[in-house]
């Protein structure tokens, strides 16, 4: 969940650097070790191909929960969010509360019919009933857009990251900085599945939780565990008691109002459809457990952003909006300058770790779920037609997987320097609008057929795409990706409030006038399947 990471530009333009260097670097090696340690031990058991993509449903539901966890809580989600409230206050801590109520949408409407009716990707679910060839080419299109964009957001923010936390400045050293982090996620995923990504991801989250509970507990000692207090200093520093009132950043013009309804559209509709945190649910034996699994997420992921509340407003209360401005990686230095301000250079050098270690465990479920996506959506039930072994695809696979990690590498190389909440934007976007309509209309609508489902993903695809491209975003404002140019016709930052609804909109339109008639057997049997889990584990069959 990457928020206001453009801000990271700036650290290539600085010589000054924040903590000491090689004691960050020792501590992420650490990690590397331990991790690749337990990567390699689970590797052992990563035999078939429901190990690779799914672990072998191994994973019990407290466990997976951690996993999405790990999975959806970045580092761009951590230093940007504590940046936001620092500089913005309520409106920067709006992100956070999107942010968790999107996991409603997904435990409530979500989780448990997923985990029933598919086995390891989005498309196993929406082909179920509908004709297959069409579904899974564009449920995989999708997915890869998806991927794809947050693969680059992640890689480029590595490469902005490294200039604030390492001292690296050069446009090099960032590049080779990408490089070692794409070559990690390229041997986590081919060396231990979905198996080995798991046990990253929740190792992970556990560093991260504790490593902001510690940093929270020890900003609100300072001020004797007095929450009123702080945010008093936070006013004082401020020089504006707006800071604890809304509309800092949202309620500046009716286009930025209108803007924070799309935003949050996109955040609330568009984590539920984010196909590496939907392959999750894959990995529990059986529903209960996959509900089991939100349960424990929305625990921890709530804990995590009513911290960076805390550890926001402290920022703004003991560093200051100037100094964090001021300081390489600009609104990104907040939770860094704080963690230094409070325990030096070692607890900079386990934060500066854990996010490094953030991006390796999120690349890495980015990683898997494309490989999923294309081995055994487009290879094995479109090419093959559903005749492949899973040996085949296996390969075919981890062949993705390297071929993802080397795309997603020069792209990252390229994308330096660039303004990357578009790439995150884009994402969101595109799940919200392609991919989560079709789920639901899958899951609860019996007269949704292969029509609406492609009209759907491919009108939420293009629709976003098209909007992100002549937004401000692109074009025709000061932090636009390319500067100097303006092609903006579309006002709007984020195309949430249009391409969701129009997705929704295509899907009826398309189901309603398409001339074939799904199968209504396979429509009662996917309804009774999702709703009671009966025959979850048997093949599907078309």
Not at 133 to 143: L, M, N, Q
Request: with cysteine; aromatic share 10%; proline share 3%.
């Amino acid at each position: 969940m990457n928020v206001m990471l453009p801000a990271a530009e700036k650290a290539a333009t600085t010589t000054e650097t924040v903590g000491t260097p090689w004691l960050n670097m020792a501590i992420f090696a650490a990690f590397v070790a331990v991790t690749m340690v337990v990567v390699l031990r689970a590797s052992k058991s990563t035999t078939t191909a429901a190990d690779y993509y799914a672990g072998g449903r191994s994973f019990s539901g407290t466990q997976n929960g951690l996993a999405i966890a790990g999975d959806y809580l970045s580092a761009a989600s951590f230093l940007g969010i504590v940046g936001a409230i620092a500089l913005q206050g309520y409106d920067g801590f709006l992100y956070s509360i999107g942010f968790l109520v999107a996991w409603l949408v997904a435990l409530l409407l979500i989780a448990e019919p997923l985990r029933n009716t598919g086995k390891f990707t989005m498309a196993d679910v929406l082909s179920f009933r509908l004709r297959q060839r069409p579904v899974r080419i564009a449920a995989a299109t999708s997915t890869l857009c998806v991927t794809f964009f947050y693969l680059l957001a992640q890689m480029a923010g590595a490469g902005a990251l490294v200039s604030l936390l390492l001292g690296i400045h050069s446009r090099v050293g960032q590049s080779l900085v990408i490089i070692i982090v794409g070559a990690l996620m390229i041997a986590y995923v081919l060396i231990g599945g979905m198996k080995g990504t798991t046990w990253v991801q929740i190792i992970k989250a556990v560093l991260l939780v504790s490593g902001v509970a510690v940093m929270t507990l020890w900003s609100l000692a300072l001020f004797g565990f007095n929450f009123s207090d702080m945010l008093g200093e936070a006013v004082s520093v401020a020089k504006d008691p707006a800071i604890l009132e809304p509309g800092l950043k949202y309620g500046l013009s009716d286009v930025t109002k209108i803007d924070f309804i799309s935003l949050g559209l996109a955040l609330v509709f568009g984590a539920a459809g984010l196909p590496h945190v939907l392959m999750r649910f894959y990995t529990v034996p059986t529903a209960k457990e996959a509900r089991k699994s939100v349960v424990w997420a929305i625990v921890l992921i709530g804990l995590f952003y009513l911290f960076t509340l805390v550890l926001g407003f402290g920022a703004a209360a003991l560093i200051g909006g100037e100094r964090i401005m001021a300081a390489p990686g600009g609104v990104n230095s907040a939770a860094p300058l704080l963690a230094y301000e409070l325990g030096g250079s070692v607890l900079l050098g386990i934060i500066s770790a854990v996010a490094f270690a953030t991006i390796l465990a999120v690349v890495a479920g980015l990683a898997i779920t494309a490989s999923a996506s294309f081995a055994h959506d487009i290879y094995s039930n479109v090419i093959k037609k559903g005749k492949s072994t899973g040996k085949e695809e296996l390969k075919v696979a981890k062949i993705t997987v390297v071929v993802i990690g080397i795309v997603s590498i020069l792209g990252g190389i390229g994308a330096q320097g660039q303004n990357v909440a578009f790439l995150v934007a884009l994402a969101f976007a595109v799940a919200a609008s392609a991919n989560l309509p079709t789920i639901l209309y899958s899951l609860y609508w019996r007269g949704f057929t292969t029509r609406g489902a492609v009209w759907s993903m491919y009108g939420g695809l293009i629709i976003s795409v098209g909007l992100i491209a002549f937004s401000p975003v692109m074009s025709g404002a000061e932090t636009s990706m390319i500067p100097g140019a303006d092609f903006a016709v579309f006002p709007l930052s984020n195309p949430g409030l249009i391409s969701i609804p129009a997705s929704f909109l295509l899907g009826f339109i398309g189901s309603k006038t398409d001339p074939y008639k799904e199968s209504v057997e396979k429509q009662a049997e996917m309804e009774v399947r999702s709703m009671t889990g009966v025959g979850a584990e048997a093949p599907v069959q078309h």
